[in-house]
Structure formats: C-alpha cells, structure tokens
Nanobody
Framework: QVQLVESGGGLVQAGGSLRLSCAAS????????MGWFRQAPGKEREFVAA????????YYADSVKGRFTISRDNAKNTVYLQMNSLKPEDTAKYYC????????????????????WGKGTLVTVSS
C-alpha cells in the first residue's frame, strides 16, 4: 500500500522558516516525480515545487522561487520542502504528491493527474 505522509507544518511568524517532510513508502519511486502542492481556504489547490526522483532536477512556482527549496533523500525515501522568508500568503495546507513517468516541470500542469497524494500538513504564517 503506497503512503505519502507529510509532517513539519505549524505556526510561524512572517519571515520565519519551516521544513516540511514527505515520507514515501509502499513502492519504488525511481521513475516518479514528487511534488508539493498547497491549498488555501477558499482557493484551488496549486503547484508549489517538484523534484525528479531519478536525477534530482527541480521546478518551482514563481511565487516561491528563491524562497523554497525542494530536495530528496533517496536512502530515507523522503522529500523535503525548506521554506524560508515565509509570508502570510503562504498560509495553506501543503500536500505531497507523486506521479510516475513525468518530469519535475511536468508536475506543474498535472494537479488533477497525480497517482498518489498525502493527507497534508497545515502551515500558518502570521503577520
């Protein structure tokens, strides 16, 4: 059974940092791209960042470029999202997702085509 389990969310002041983790299990993800998406109250789910499990290539939404960094630890089957210089508009529930046979950039336009989703972790940024 495939599982993606997010952790690391919480409450932080504007300008602060958080690191989210996504622990993946239940299959081999070597041909997958892993991504982070977020959904704020009353808004649609949106792409944040993605990484190719095989070669480590990354892709970011313009709104987080330069502030967020996605990375992976193959040995731990875990993907991370380091979030720095957080803003109140980053407040959302953050979801980890995986899609096979795609690139990191391909994750951006595939929100409705993910193979697996985690249950999410809440990030709240206070002003």
């Amino acid at each position: 059974q495939v599982q993606l389990v997010e952790s690391g969310g919480g409450l932080v002041q504007a300008g602060g940092s958080l690191r989210l983790s996504c622990a993946a299990s239940g299959r081999t993800f070597s041909r997958y791209a892993m991504g982070w998406f977020r959904q704020a109250p009353g808004k649609e789910r949106e792409f944040v960042a993605a990484i190719s499990w095989s070669d480590g290539s990354t892709y970011y939404a313009d709104s987080v470029k330069g502030r967020f960094t996605i990375s992976r630890d193959n040995a731990k089957n875990t993907v991370y999202l380091q979030m720095n210089s957080l803003k109140p508009e980053d407040t959302a529930k953050y979801y980890c997702a995986a899609r096979g046979f795609t690139t990191a950039q391909g994750m951006r336009d595939a929100t409705n085509s993910m193979d697996y989703w985690g249950k999410g972790t809440l990030v709240t940024v206070s002003s």
